[in-house]
């Protein structure tokens, strides 16, 4: 089953340029040195269209990727940058007429419920500006149409988080270690999206060389990094690294096989071995 995945947002938190910040990569003419916060766009061929979490800079995302339709909303945990876009979710709602499904984990599920009550608990009178989310509590693997997802548990710093794996395509960001579990997961990929933030450690978040070593162990054919800030000039850093690996930037489309929603995890796993 054919796909393509559109980077939507390969920057932190901040974005790239940060406000205020005078560096070269934030003064760069390179269209791929400016990066919006972080989020994908899955086109499955003959659906679904779903987006992986809705970052604050999703309006201008689906404006500048022409995305006019959302079928499901995959969220990889509740940090601002990837969810405080959710009110921008109100439009598909209205151009679909219907309510939108959701899927997180259940811290993701509970902090969502309480950041935007309005959208879960609304008053009792309707409003058109009040977005419609189905919002369901993953557990396992589950399909969303034809596309079956897989998802992928991940350390965020100490909190567990999720990627999410369709066919021969992980999607992992926001992350500095995987869980044992998760290894087997990553058998057999085509193409991997990982976090690398920056050369310098840092707490939550892969370093280049860490991405690198995740890199050599879980072999895909190819690797975008994502989740990047100011400290990588896209040229520069991309000029060094393996091939096979390359910085992903905003606007970024790769073709994916999104695999068959029938073939379970345990099937997938057993077939590339």
């Not at 995945?5 to 003064?27: E, F, K, W």
């Not at 945990?77 to 439009?91: E, F, K, P």
């Not at 058998?187 to 370093?207: K, M, N, Q, Y």
Request: hydrophobic share 40%; proline share 7%; aromatic share 6%.
């Amino acid at each position: 089953m054919n796909a393509v995945v559109t980077i939507l947002g390969s920057g932190t938190s901040h974005g790239v340029p940060m406000i205020g910040c005078t560096c070269a990569v934030c003064q760069s003419a390179d269209p791929r040195d400016r990066r919006s916060r972080p989020s994908i766009h899955i086109n499955v061929d003959g659906g679904p269209s779903i987006l992986v979490d809705t970052s604050t800079d999703l309006r201008q995302q689906a404006l500048a990727n022409r995305i006019a339709r959302v079928d499901a909303i995959l969220f990889t945990h509740s940090h601002a940058d990837h969810v405080m876009g959710l009110d921008d979710v109100r439009r598909f709602n209205v151009m679909q007429g219907g309510a939108i499904p959701a899927y997180a984990d259940e811290r993701t599920a509970a902090d969502l419920r309480r950041t935007f009550s309005y959208i879960f608990n609304p008053p009792s009178e309707k409003s058109g500006g009040i977005p419609r989310i189905d919002l369901t509590t993953v557990a396992g693997r589950f399909n969303i149409g034809s596309a079956g997802i897989q998802p992928v548990p991940l350390f965020h710093g100490k909190r567990p988080i999720l990627g999410y794996r369709l066919g021969t395509f992980a999607y992992l960001t926001d992350c500095n270690r995987l869980p044992d579990e998760t290894w087997p997961l990553l058998e057999g990929l085509d193409i991997l999206v990982l976090d690398a933030l920056r050369h310098r450690p840092h707490p939550t978040h892969f370093t280049v060389a860490e991405a690198l070593t995740v890199v050599e162990r879980v072999r895909p054919r190819h690797t975008y990094l994502t989740h990047i800030c100011h400290d990588l000039p896209h040229g520069a850093t991309n000029a060094w690294l393996p091939q096979g690996v390359e910085l992903a930037y905003d606007g970024l489309v790769v073709p994916i096989d999104a695999g068959d929603a029938s073939t379970s995890a345990e099937a997938l796993v057993d077939k590339w071995r």
